[in-house]
């Protein structure tokens, strides 16, 4: 019924690399977050698993699939059982669109390097990612315990104030770039002159909004309202142990993941190398003798090496962030949404709008 | 007219299974997710037709705002899931039965008289892009677009209208 053509191969063996990537990559940031906060403590954090501690994430998981589960009995079972999969499915699917890097020369045929493509996948992105929000919501209420319930109508709120100024934010964005495929922005950002035109230097203060919306829409410190430990016990995963808590674990850092990919390909050029273009790249390849193929494979390497790069720069200041400043007060939190970021990410469409239509010589 | 394939026919019978859950389940959260799942299948649908816009309009606003509001209201006033759907066949079921089937019959009588199809397949491809949806908005149904427009700003006009005044009227019976 289907025919295996080479990019459907493609498409298979990407979905098989950044699957396993994301999924591995989130017990090395667990690993890194424990760490970073023990150097910013003058802790020495975990050492006795293995060298160094490095093998801590392994016994970790070990711990969650051998913990006992507990249901509660006045829970409601089929939601309470559904929540952790919706926590985990919504970012994986996302990075289906994530552009990995450029163009990649195999089986006799050019591929772009991600798993899928479509002409809206920025819509795509922020469709994907605002279901994200129904996992707390059901963790929360399911449950059938008050701290749960509290922890996820703070959530919800939150995640909903902050989407509107993610999505303006967004608007600005898509009209300097002119559209809405994550690969064609990708494409604008890359380096033409000496000079790289980068997101965050044509629309800085979209970037800075975006930046903060990021940490509360991932319910990361400053904004962790959802699980303040010190009012709510956990939030909404109160009543979550096992392999069931893990899940929610992997889901928000498989979303923080998410979230530093975004804002990397939209505000620091993405799988770009700075100040190198991918035709030079793999000129300069082909220059060392290897053939089309080869040289391709590692034009896509350094690029996938240089937007690993930039997520890692993001997910530091995430864990630098999380352990530098205090929880915020939930009024001052829907204060800073509201009043703050939603005018001025306003202002800064009104400004874009005005910006290019001039610039495109103000004629319709 | 294109043949629907196997894929639409199970997105159709789950979009129907789900919606009926919405109408005939006890739990008014189980509604709103159900009603979730339904938006969520109908933007499948869009994308199995190549409108991937319009798929992910529908996610994002539907299922991603709109749902999650229903579902939200529904946990911050705790409904009690026995007293909510007591009468299941009174008025309200009629006149809405009657409503639906009305509906029904309108798009049945549409579709077997032919043209409707065939017109909305002609312009899939404008239907398909971002652009050619915009240029739809902006020429052929301006006056309609700014309608709507005014529709959703007197709509968010009442809501703040209700709002303010329930504050007061709590204020003064303190």
């Given at each position: ?364 | ?84 759907k007591e009468s299941y066949f009174g008025m309200p079921f009629v006149l809405s039965a009657i409503l ?75």
């Amino acid at each position: 019924m289907f025919a295996l053509t080479p990019s459907l191969q493609f498409s298979l063996m990407m979905v098989v690399i950044v699957g396993g990537a994301l999924l591995s990559a989130v017990p090395i940031m667990v690993m890194l977050e424990r760490k970073g906060s023990a150097w910013m403590q003058r802790r020495v954090g975990p050492n006795r698993v293995g060298p160094f501690g490095m093998l801590q994430p392994l016994s970790d998981a070990l711990k969650f699939v051998f913990k006992e589960e507990n249901v509660p009995t006045a829970a409601n079972k089929f939601l309470f059982h559904l929540a952790p999969l919706l926590a985990v499915l919504p970012p994986i699917l996302a990075f289906s669109i994530i552009p990995i890097a450029g163009r990649v020369h195999l089986f006799g045929e050019w591929h772009p390097v991600q798993i899928s493509g479509m002409n809206v996948s920025i819509l795509f992105l922020l469709a994907i990612s605002s279901l994200h929000v129904f996992s707390v919501l059901i963790a929360g209420w399911s449950s059938n315990n008050k701290f749960s319930l509290m922890g996820a109508l703070r959530a919800s709120s939150q995640m909903i104030s902050y989407e509107i100024a993610i999505g303006l934010c967004l608007v600005s964005m898509v009209l300097t770039y002119e559209s809405l495929d994550l690969r064609e922005i990708v494409k604008f950002q890359e380096a033409g002159s000496a000079f790289p035109v980068w997101g965050f230097l044509m629309q800085p203060l979209a970037f800075l909004i975006m930046w903060i919306c990021a940490f509360a829409e991932t319910n990361r410190l400053p904004f962790d309202l959802p699980e303040g430990e010190t009012e709510l016990v956990a939030g909404y995963h109160t009543e979550y142990s096992g392999l069931k808590f893990a899940l929610f674990f992997l889901g928000e850092y498989a979303a923080m993941i998410l979230i530093s990919a975004f804002l990397s390909i939209l505000f620091l050029g993405g799988f770009n190398v700075p100040f190198v273009s991918e035709t030079t790249l793999l000129a300069s390849f082909q220059n060392l003798g290897f053939n089309l193929s080869i040289a391709s494979l590692f034009t896509s390497l350094a690029q996938t090496a240089a937007f690993v790069s930039k997520i890692l720069f993001f997910m530091l200041v995430f864990i630098w962030i999380r352990w530098t400043l205090p929880r915020f007060r939930y009024d001052q939190l829907m204060d800073l949404g509201w009043r703050v970021l939603l005018p001025l990410s306003v202002f800064n469409v009104i400004v874009t709008l005005l910006v290019t239509f001039f610039l495109r010589g103000g004629a319709l | 007219m294109m043949n629907p394939s196997l894929l639409q026919f199970i997105l159709a019978v789950l979009m129907i299974a789900s919606s009926l859950v919405v109408v005939f389940h006890k739990n008014p959260v189980a509604n709103a997710m159900a009603l979730m799942s339904t938006l969520f299948f109908s933007a499948f649908m869009y994308v199995s037709m190549q409108s991937y816009f319009i798929g992910a309009i529908q996610i994002l606003i539907y299922a991603g705002a709109v749902a999650v509001l229903f579902v939200f209201i529904v946990m911050l006033l705790d409904l009690d899931s026995d007293q909510s759907k007591e009468s299941y066949f009174g008025m309200p079921f009629v006149l809405s039965a009657i409503l639906a089937t009305a509906a029904f019959a309108f798009f049945s009588v549409l579709i077997l008289k032919g043209g409707l199809v065939e017109s909305i397949s002609q312009n899939s491809e404008a239907a398909m892009s971002a652009k050619g949806i915009s240029n739809h908005f902006v020429s052929k149904h301006m006056l309609a677009f700014q309608l709507t427009g005014f529709l959703i700003l007197s709509a968010i006009l009442g809501a703040v209208f209700f709002g303010r005044y329930q504050n007061k009227a709590l204020r003064g019976e303190k």
